[in-house]
């Protein structure tokens, strides 16, 4: 081969890294959607896609929250326990009389306190953040059972409109989720306050040296994860239209964590990718999705969410021993 042909050879074709880093992903899903398919008549219809979408809203918006709050080194295992209190409280407030607005916005407030509580108690009492949000999450979970009295509480249809209602066909509760996952990956990506979070997380020391103010960012991004719980627990009200105990709570979190860490962001931080966390979000949900279509015992699904949790945790170790 001459030089002259070396010269003119066309370059070899490479994958953009943006495709590349979630390809495994994305053909884990696209697998998958293709095998329940073939297995079941009901799942590529339209009415049961945009059912699975609508399904997956209140995690995906709760995923996109943890996604910037991990990216910053940071762990929230309260969330779940976070929307079942704002569940609780939304739903009492409006069977009590109050307007749908005013709850709304005081179960908001109230997720913005709980994860102010959290972000101060990381922060100032240097308490690991696993220990404190597994703390407060066992503390919330007795609070929303006190707040309902053990006891279903119905709202009557006050919030139907949204869980149940769509605009050319798109569900508000989806559109929700997407402007919260876009918000997210605006924020760690075009941000200097994202950029600070992934700077945190990669080396807390070094971020504080340079002139970043870690506990203030650290404390907002809890009060944001807080915030939008709130968010979620009112999603969460209006698809099921009452609230129950054992709505919520530590499981939906585990969900959360599983789409995230699916999804490819380090569980040391200084890494984070909103993208993956979506693709890990469907991933959760075409599953969930297919074990009920084919009609499999639905203690299995714990089991699934466990098991790609585990297999997603290894691969990601595995990704960062490389990159170093």
């Not at 009920?292 to 691969?315: E, M, R």
Request: aromatic fraction near 6%; include cysteine; proline fraction near 3%.
């Amino acid at each position: 081969m001459t030089a002259a042909t070396l010269v003119s050879a066309p370059p070899t074709p490479r994958i953009p890294a943006a495709v590349s880093k979630h390809f495994g992903l994305v053909t884990v899903l696209l697998v998958t959607c293709a095998f329940l398919a073939v297995q079941t008549d009901v799942f590529a219809t339209g009415p049961n896609l945009v059912n699975v979408l609508r399904q997956v809203a209140v995690i995906a918006v709760l995923a996109a929250g943890l996604t910037t709050l991990m990216a910053s080194g940071g762990l929230d295992f309260s969330l779940g326990s976070q929307v079942a209190v704002v569940v609780a409280v939304v739903a009492k407030l409006i069977d009590a009389g109050s307007s749908v607005l005013v709850a709304s916005v005081g179960g908001i407030l109230l997720g913005a306190l709980f994860g102010l509580v959290n972000g101060l108690v990381i922060t100032y009492f240097k308490v690991a953040p696993f220990v404190t949000t597994l703390a407060t999450a066992t503390i919330l979970d007795g609070v929303a059972l006190i707040t309902m009295h053990g006891q279903s509480i119905s709202i009557s249809g006050g919030l139907s409109w949204l869980g149940t209602g769509e605009i050319a066909g798109i569900p508000y509760l989806l559109i929700i989720a997407i402007a919260v996952c876009a918000g997210a990956g605006v924020l760690l990506r075009w941000t200097r306050f994202g950029r600070d979070a992934l700077a945190i997380g990669g080396n807390s020391v070094a971020a504080r040296l340079a002139g970043i103010p870690v506990v203030r960012h650290t404390v907002a991004l809890y009060v944001l994860n807080g915030v939008l719980a709130g968010v979620a627990g009112i999603m969460l009200l209006s698809r099921l239209g009452a609230a129950s105990p054992g709505t919520a709570g530590l499981y939906l979190e585990l969900t959360v964590v599983a789409a995230v860490v699916i999804g490819g962001t380090a569980l040391h931080g200084g890494s984070a990718t909103v993208v993956g966390t979506v693709l890990g979000v469907l991933l959760l949900g075409v599953v969930a999705n297919g074990i009920n279509l084919l009609q499999i015992d639905s203690f299995y699904h714990p089991v699934s969410v466990g098991a790609v949790l585990l297999v997603a945790a290894i691969a990601n170790r595995f990704r960062h021993r490389e990159s170093h």
